[in-house]
């Protein structure tokens, strides 16, 4: 089927840059199926190019075991699509609804801001400012004196999650569009920490340090199931981390997923948790502490999505988590970025759409009277298969050198790398999905049974599959297989 691949392909080679990928794999890269999602800007190139990303990722580390030449990548684009936005289609039940009843956007005295309280402790924060109340209505009338800046700033002192509505031209000089502009859409440090020496500093729960640094140095991946034999270890929550490691379960890592004991997001585990095992731990209690040591010392890939300083402050920070886990791959996210004045503010991506300019150049575009931002969770999704990417290419990396390596993102820098690449979209909307859309199996989870959209990813020779079908928070011991 013609297909217009430029601007995908553009896409991705951005991306596989960043990734500091061999350009020459580039031309294994392709696209196939029309169409693209109802937006100002590219969505679809931007699920395609992300997820091919992953998917160059997963062939050049399969060259190593199969000592030729990497593998040709294909994505689906209208599949692709689909993966951005739900990729479970249940069977009898009704998932939870992925949204708190005020959570939305709200008319301001001059112009609008979104409130974010799908966390009850966000809630609890926006309405510690305007009042409790249990619905929209309610909210709207609190809302409606504010000025839109004055309350994100007095829900974001007190703990909360806001975003007032700016343009694209009011984020380009604002100190933090400013800042995010001069990131690189991957942050790459090569840690000294050489796999071969296997020393830590830590003792006692952590003799194993140095048995898994041996283990680590014998590695190699295997030829049908990439990842098999990797352990990745996901701090992550929401979206974008899940969606990458999701995508390392599919190519056989052994995930393990922590949780504190009352973090709970139900309107996304049953999508989100496929191919996951899913525990819990309190990082502030000593017998969890010691669990979770012990569990990182024997970590290959770390995926974390928690404010920058977050693991700090629990004694987790960059230099300990390389004395226990010498040769870790460390893959972390933010919402803003990491340098500027917003370094480490809350958010998630229905709040970057609205500080980033997003939702308005598509209300402006479009000509709605309210903020219209991109028809999925873009940011989200996009910076997820690009961690799933920059994972895999430490791993591959780390087989060349023994050493481990770390990879940042943010919600903020992909959108920018979406407003850079901002083009005329394909007038072809996608078509309704069909039957043949989904995998003829059913997958027996605890909510009932469902089926999924068919993976978008071809690699020759090498099936994405997963060995665990999602399943609650919790629902595992926190311990590897």
């Known amino acids: 089927m013609s297909v217009n691949q430029q601007p995908a392909h553009a896409m991705l080679s951005s991306a596989w840059s960043a990734l500091r990928g061999d350009p020459a794999m580039l031309d294994a890269a392709g696209f196939v199926e029309e169409g693209a999602l109802p937006a100002f800007f590219p969505v679809t190139d931007l699920a395609s190019a992300t997820m091919a990303a992953g998917g160059l990722a997963i062939s050049e580390l399969r060259s190593h075991a199969t ?55 966000h809630r609890k924060a926006a309405e510690r400012i305007l009042g409790e109340h249990q619905d929209k209505a309610g909210m709207a009338k609190a809302v409606g004196p504010w000025k839109k800046a004055e309350l994100e700033q007095a ?64 590695w190699r991946p295997d030829a049908t199931r990439p990842l098999y034999g990797l352990r990745v270890l996901d701090l992550t929550r929401v979206l974008a981390g899940p969606a990458a490691t999701r995508f390392l379960a599919a190519y056989g890592a052994d995930v393990l997923r922590i949780d504190p004991p009352t973090w709970d997001e139900p309107g996304l585990v049953t999508d989100l948790t496929l191919g996951k095992r899913c525990a819990r731990l309190d990082l502030h209690k000593q017998d969890d502490r010691a669990i979770f040591e012990n569990l990182l010392s024997t970590t290959d890939i770390l995926v974390h999505g928690y404010r920058p300083d977050a693991l700090e402050r629990l004694g987790f920070g960059v230099e300990a988590r390389r004395h226990l886990a010498p040769g870790l791959v460390d893959v972390c996210l933010d919402a803003y970025g990491w340098t500027g004045p917003w370094a480490g503010r809350r958010g998630f991506d229905s709040l970057v759409q609205m500080s980033t300019g997003i939702a308005d150049a ?42 481990g ?37 059913a997958e027996h989870t605890t909510w009932g049974e469902a089926r999924r959209v068919r993976w978008p990813v071809a690699t020759d020779g090498c099936e994405a599959k997963w060995n665990y079908t999602a399943s609650p928070l919790g629902s595992s011991p926190a311990e590897w297989v």
Not at 75 to 104: E, K, T, Y
Not at 375 to 400: C, F, N, W
């Open 67 to 121: 000592s030729t030449v990497p593998a040709s990548v294909t994505v689906d684009r209208r599949l692709a699509s689909m993966w951005f936005h739900w990729s479970q289609r249940p069977i009898g039940w009704v998932p939870p609804a992925p949204w708190d009843p005020i959570a939305g956007d709200y008319l301001a005295s001059d112009g609008w801001i979104r409130l974010h309280t799908n966390a009850p402790h």
């Open 155 to 218: 829900i974001v002192e007190v703990g909360g999650c806001a975003a007032e509505m700016r343009s694209l031209e009011s984020w380009a000089v604002h100190p933090q569009g400013i800042a995010v502009a001069s990131e690189p859409l991957l942050h790459w440090q090569q840690m000294q920490d050489e796999i071969r020496r296997g020393q830590s500093n830590y003792s006692d729960p952590l003799r194993g340090t140095m048995r898994q640094a041996i283990s680590r140095s014998t």
């Open 362 to 403: 598509g209300m402006q575009a479009s000509g709605a009277d309210k903020p219209k931002p991109l028809p999925v969770q873009a940011l989200d999704h996009g910076t997820g298969y690009l961690m799933a990417a920059a994972a895999v290419r430490g791993i591959s990396e780390r087989l060349k050198t023994g050493r």
């Open 405 to 441: 390596i770390q990879a940042r993102l943010s919600l903020a820098r992909t959108a920018k790398f979406l407003l850079d690449h901002a083009t005329p979209n394909d007038t072809t909307a996608l078509a309704a999905e069909t039957p043949a859309d989904l995998d003829p199996w």
